[in-house]
T-cell receptor
């Protein structure tokens, strides 16, 4: 089946630093990828849609300058949390639709802890 | 935007029991998926089922698109079935911009 991989799975950083999370589609190309955020015991919330070759589309209330998204190639999207603060601590998950299908596949997720 | 409601929010079963999880949605959809989130956070695809019925081993799902609901059946539950089950839908043309329900927390006791 389709595989989406995320890295790193866990990251701890100090307040004020930036953290980059990578999302790769391993066996298919993805012109579009999606980034979600999940708080403990909560559901997934769509943050933004990453578009290869163009700007990302952000959901209402998501700060585009805080969460920088770059879709560098047909298999790679990155999320950079800039000037991280403790309230940015969360579980971030990326996803991509398999080519020719609307079925969405998710990466393993990245747990960010900001001290 | 589209609303997704899942029930029950919590479910506790004894191993071997059967269960039905429900997902109601507020508008027509082009995509509906069921996921199982394991204790490490990974979302496992269970079904891609915008309409109709599918079965995979002990699990099956039915979506009645005209009545805007989907059901996930788990038979002969096992402790490894524990976790959170999410229903997610997309009303758009691409079918990929998913809106998630709040999930059902399933605990299967030995």
């Amino acid at each position: 089946g389709a595989v989406v991989s995320q890295h790193p799975s866990r990251v701890i950083c100090k307040s004020g630093t930036s953290v980059k999370i990578e999302c790769r589609s391993l066996d298919f190309q993805a012109t579009t990828m999606f980034w979600y955020r999940q708080f403990p015991k909560k559901s997934l919330m769509l943050m933004a849609t990453s578009n290869e070759g163009s700007k990302a589309t952000y959901e209402q209330g998501v700060e585009k300058d805080k969460f920088l998204i770059n879709h560098a190639s047909l298999t790679l999207s990155t999320l950079t949390v800039t000037s991280a603060h403790p309230e940015d601590s969360s579980f971030y998950i990326c996803s991509a639709p398999r080519t020719g299908s609307g079925e969405l596949f998710f990466g393993e997720g990245s747990r960010l802890t900001v001290l | 935007g589209i609303q997704v409601e899942q029930s029950p929010p919590d479910l506790i079963l004894q191993e071997g029991a059967n269960s039905t999880l429900r997902c109601n949605f507020s508008d027509s959809v082009n995509n509906l998926q069921w996921f199982h989130q394991n204790p490490w956070g990974q979302l496992i695809n269970l079904f891609y089922i915008p309409s109709g019925t599918k079965q995979n081993g002990r699990l099956s799902a039915t979506t009645v698109a005209t009545e805007r609901y989907s059901l996930l059946y788990i038979s002969s539950s096992q402790t490894t079935d524990s976790g959170v089950y999410f229903c997610a839908v997309d009303e758009g043309s691409s079918g990929s911009r998913l809106t998630f329900g709040e999930g059902t927390q399933l605990t299967v006791n030995p």
